[in-house]
């Protein structure tokens, strides 16, 4: 199985490139995170949140992958927790 950059596809790569680094968008991330960390929101409400508000696609045009998203979220959710 052919991999891109570490990830399963290249959408995959993308989800997280630019959750990762395109600052407004790992802004509203990380504010649906801590919102699941503070017990105002489930993990899942907060993916669901993230995807709505971001546009249909990447801005490379690639498809969000929703389970990419939910790792990220996750990860971020268990280091907020770990050093809250």
Not at 33 to 44: D, G, H, P, S
Not at 66 to 74: A, E, I
Request: proline fraction near 4%; glycine fraction near 2%.
């Amino acid at each position: 199985m052919q991999t891109y950059n570490g990830y399963e596809s290249y959408d995959h790569w993308n989800t997280a490139l630019w959750l990762n680094n395109d600052e407004p968008m790992y802004n509203l991330m990380m504010n649906e995170v801590e919102k699941a960390v503070y017990m105002k929101q489930t993990l899942q409400e907060a993916c669901t949140n993230i995807l709505l508000a971001l546009p249909n696609k990447t801005p490379d045009d690639a498809e969000w992958k929703t389970d990419t998203l939910y790792d990220l979220v996750l990860e971020n959710y268990n280091e907020m927790v770990q050093y809250s």
